[in-house]
């Protein structure tokens, strides 16, 4: 049973991890304007990045809820995947040119002044801050079991190693390391990268009901008990936005009373939903075990229906 607290939490993380990346960007970029900090600036902009990652987040799932209906009958929730993969991949483009443009002016333009000391102060603050929305974010995904939520938790904790990296920069370009500010901007940019290019990577999975072979096992693993007569066959699972759909054939020995196999059915919908808050939706197909013919059974549960504790 999931607190109601945690259900609470769970209205509003997004919302004030909004907040947090809106107000760092505005905070890292304007220290890093009067500093004249190449790293600080560059921080801002993943701050920029979460803060926009985190719109499509709140926008994807609001779509991703809509009820199924006659032209989408398994719903809205791959919207999620295609906008976040678009949206990674105009940051991943960003972050690139930023590399480029990093390295001429460190190039070209030779040795600069060094940034102030109070860069420095803000990266402190960035780490502080970060460091509670992912405490944060990581509490109410675990317990609600919200992948989405654990990964813009994972975002803010990569935040925090960029800031150390600022602080890092900005110490030894005043202890005469004159390029390093420059250096630690093209890391930073490196991180984003890495960082966009795992959610492309996600959103490409996703789209194209890529095999989730754990996935997969540990439902074979949560029923195999529940069929003592028969044979669990195929177990086939989609990931639709947050939600999992699985479907499933059991085989049953041919002469196996119709009702029994429908008590086996409603006992592994029954356990799944109990234990995976992240299906939606079970369907399990009955099928005869030895010869072949027809199928003797095939029931749907939808997500709507379902509800468990």
């Not at 109410?140 to 939520?149: C, D, P, Q, T, Y």
């Not at 920069?169 to 390029?179: E, H, I, M, T, W």
């Not at 990577?201 to 996935?215: C, W």
């Not at 529940?226 to 499933?248: E, F, N, Y």
Request: glycine share 8%; net charge positive; hydrophobic share 50%.
């Amino acid at each position: 049973m999931i607190a109601q607290r945690c259900v609470n939490c769970s209205k509003k993380v997004e919302w004030v991890v909004l907040g947090i990346n809106f107000g760092l960007f505005l905070l890292k970029g304007w220290f890093g304007l009067i500093s004249h900090s190449r790293s600080l600036l560059t921080d801002s902009f993943e701050s920029l990045a979460n803060f926009i990652i985190t719109i499509v987040v709140l926008v994807s799932l609001k779509m991703a809820s809509r009820r199924a209906d006659e032209k989408f009958p398994y719903g809205y929730g791959k919207v999620e995947f295609l906008a976040s993969g678009i949206v990674n991949m105009l940051l991943m483009i960003a972050a690139i040119v930023y590399i480029f443009i990093s390295f001429s002016e460190m190039v070209m333009v030779g040795p600069e002044k060094p940034p102030g000391l109070i860069a420095i102060v803000a990266a402190a603050i960035s780490i502080l801050v970060n460091y509670i929305a992912f405490g944060y974010g990581r509490c109410v995904g675990e317990k609600l079991g919200s992948s989405a939520i654990l990964a813009n938790a994972r975002i803010n904790l990569a935040d925090i190693g960029t800031s150390v990296a600022v602080i890092v920069a900005v110490v030894g370009s005043n202890l005469g390391f004159s390029q390093l500010d420059h250096i630690a901007a093209i890391v930073i940019c490196v991180i984003i990268i890495k960082v966009t290019l795992d959610g492309v990577k996600k959103a490409v999975r996703g789209l194209m009901d890529a095999s989730l072979h754990s996935e997969e096992q540990h439902i074979r693993n949560l029923v195999e008990d529940i069929v003592c007569t028969g044979h669990i066959g195929d177990i086939r699972a989609r990931l639709v936005g947050r939600s999992l759909l699985v479907d499933m054939d059991i085989f049953l020995p041919p002469k196996s009373v119709l009702s029994k196999g429908l008590e086996t059915v409603g006992k592994i919908k029954n356990i799944l939903y109990r234990k995976r808050k992240d299906i939606s939706e079970v369907s399990v197909q009955l099928l005869p075990l030895a010869g072949t013919g027809s199928p003797m059974h095939k029931t749907n549960h939808q997500s709507g229906n379902a509800k468990s504790d």
